[in-house]
């Protein structure tokens, strides 16, 4: 029997992602959609059933172009993932610039030869664009320091 990626892994994998994108867009059918200025609570449900159910049909014909046969090296993942925790463990107490630089750090963190120029620069401008688009533009309830 012919698989249509060519692997087995890719083929299986590909249909468990398309049927949880499946379960979660009629999962989020049986509640009100809105309107893209005002979303209701089944908006979001459906866009991420749909989001997965093309990934996983896209899996299964296409795979992963080999991805799949190379070490992996954890580095990256667990730099980024860490630094995704910082953030959220610092957001509250320490305030979102703050929170944010230590993302930025732990990210850079996840190259093996980290750019200092590139850090430093969006070291200065990333929070600064935080707190204008977060806390002055859309008014959220974040305080930008302690």
Sequence with gaps: MRLISGRWSDTISGGMIALFGAGVLLEGARYPIGTLNRMGPGYLPIVAGVVLLALGVAIIFV??????????????????????????LLVERAGLVIATAALIILAALAHPKPNPRRVLITLVTLPLASVAVFIYGLGLPIKPFF
């Excluded at 795979?63 to 860490?82: Q, W, Y």
């Design 63 to 88: 795979g992963d172009g080999g991805i799949g046969e190379t070490p992996r090296n954890m580095r990256a993942p667990a730099f980024i993932f860490s630094g995704l925790i910082m953030w959220g």
